[in-house]
Every structure is written in structure tokens, then in C-alpha cells.
């Protein structure tokens, strides 16, 4: 199972800027989409932005173009980069990994979390 490690979070005021990355265990080049997720407090999970292995991206209904996600397969790392940031941005962001392309295997693996509050 493909182990995922969230870094970056932090307190920021509103309209700075903040890079999130994600480190997977093993070749993220098998792993058929990457995603960013968040939770604010007493709300559900969201998408944040999802990239997959042809490099297509999609970001969620809540987030504009402020956010930018990217991945390195050499470093085998997911980066999300946020800028203007604003209150509701605030929240723990997960890094998840969907599926096993090479392997046709699912995997639902989800990192710990790194907690990014925006103060007004």
C-alpha cells in the first residue's frame, strides 16, 4: 500500500500564498490520479484538485484558478500551490492516491493531513 506524506500547512494571512507537497512511498508514474482534498471544521471532505497520469487537471467547484496542482515524477511528489488565499481556504489538506493503473488494483490511500489557516 503506496504511503502518502502531506507538508507545507501553515497560518497565513489572507492573500499570501502556500505550497502544499505530497510524498509517496513508491512510482507515482503507476498511480492513475492524485489528489488534494480538504476538511474545514464541522464540514465534509472536498475535492481540491485531482491530476492524473496524462497529466490532466481539474480542480474542485469551490476552488478557482487560485490554486495550481503539479507532480514530479522524479521526486514523487503532488505539490498544491495556493495563492490569494482567504478564510475559507482553512482547513486540513489531504494528498490522495485513487488507483493502481499498473496494476489494476484500487488503493484509496490518504496521507495524515497538513493543517492550513487563513486568518483575515
Known amino acids: 500500500q503506496v504511503r502518502l506524506v502531506e507538508s507545507g500547512g501553515g497560518f497565513v494571512q489572507a492573500g499570501e500564498s502556500l505550497r502544499l507537497s505530497c510524498v509517496a512511498s513508491e512510482n507515482i508514474f503507476c498511480i492513475n490520479a492524485m489528489a488534494w482534498y480538504r476538511q474545514a471544521p464541522g464540514q465534509q471532505r472536498e475535492l481540491v484538485a485531482r491530476?492524473?497520469?496524462?497529466?490532466?487537471?481539474v480542480n474542485g467547484d469551490s476552488v478557482d484558478g487560485r490554486f495550481t496542482i503539479s507532480k514530479d515524477r522524479n521526486k514523487n511528489t503532488v505539490d498544491l500551490q495556493m495563492n490569494s488565499l482567504k478564510p475559507e481556504d482553512t482547513g486540513v489538506y489531504y494528498c490522495?492516491?485513487?488507483?493502481?493503473?499498473?496494476?489494476?488494483?484500487?488503493?484509496?490511500?490518504w496521507g495524515q493531513g497538513t493543517l492550513v489557516t487563513v486568518s483575515s
Open positions: 491530476i492524473t497520469r496524462s497529466g490532466s487537471r
Open positions: 490522495n492516491a485513487d488507483r493502481n493503473w499498473c496494476r489494476d488494483l484500487p488503493l484509496d490511500a
